[in-house]
């Protein structure tokens, strides 16, 4: 059962690329993040209080879920903006970054050290990504400035995620992830609000279909299943699902939307996620056995 489900997970998030390059076509692109964050929130608090769970009351519980999600928000933000100018294909590429920006807040945030492994790991993950921007004539004028914003984004992602990982807090991981949600949400309302008054959004099939898609799929349900997960498998073994959307949403992209990639591009994302393994998995694992002994 666990292994289907972490199969899904994967499948969820590695489609919602594809999702969001269509979106992007009939929603401006905040307006479209606010929308997404706001019924996924919904769907989530839906489902809380079916399970009889309320909204934390205490700052103290609800601050780390909002600085989570208020950082979210940005990131999704630059996220949606710089995927009008790339192919979803290309867009997945730029996010595997998240996990090199991650080790070095962590070292700074969290005094975890570097080792050998996460130092090659770093220099992998570079240079993949400087390859996939020398990729030649997709990342050009407005597309290399999307690409810039979608590196920014997994920065900023990071550091939510860094940040969460420092002020833990004792509270269900469901309240956490709605009132992250609620505030990511809030935030990109207020950007649509400022920055897209003016901006038509197209109603049309695909366009509800992939917000619905992201909403509720790629988006509660997802995260749903990825708690559940956390409390079946071990956490190593779930941390794969940033090593497998990549090459999802890669063959996604290229099947149904007709992105084109370049053999230069995919030497880079190998690159890079192997870059990835290395800081994350291969260097907790050797620093959990040196514990150990």
Known sequence: MENQLFALVCLLWGSGWMFIKIGLSYFPPFTFGALRYSIAALVLYIVMRINHLSLPTRWEDAKPAVVFGILNGLSGAMLNWGGQFLSSTLTSMMNTTTPFFMAIYAYFLLDEKFDKYKIIGLFMGFAGLMIIFSGGSEIYAKSFWGAIAVVVQSAIYALAATYSKKYKVDIKPMQVVTVQLMSAG????????????????IISTMGIISLLYLSIFAGALAFLIYYYLLTRIDVVRISYTSFITPIVATIEGVVFLNDSITLRMILGLILTLCGAYITNILSASTQKQESSQ
């Open 186 to 201: 809030l935030v990109m309302t207020l950007l649509g609000i400022l920055f897209e008054r003016n901006q038509p959004i």
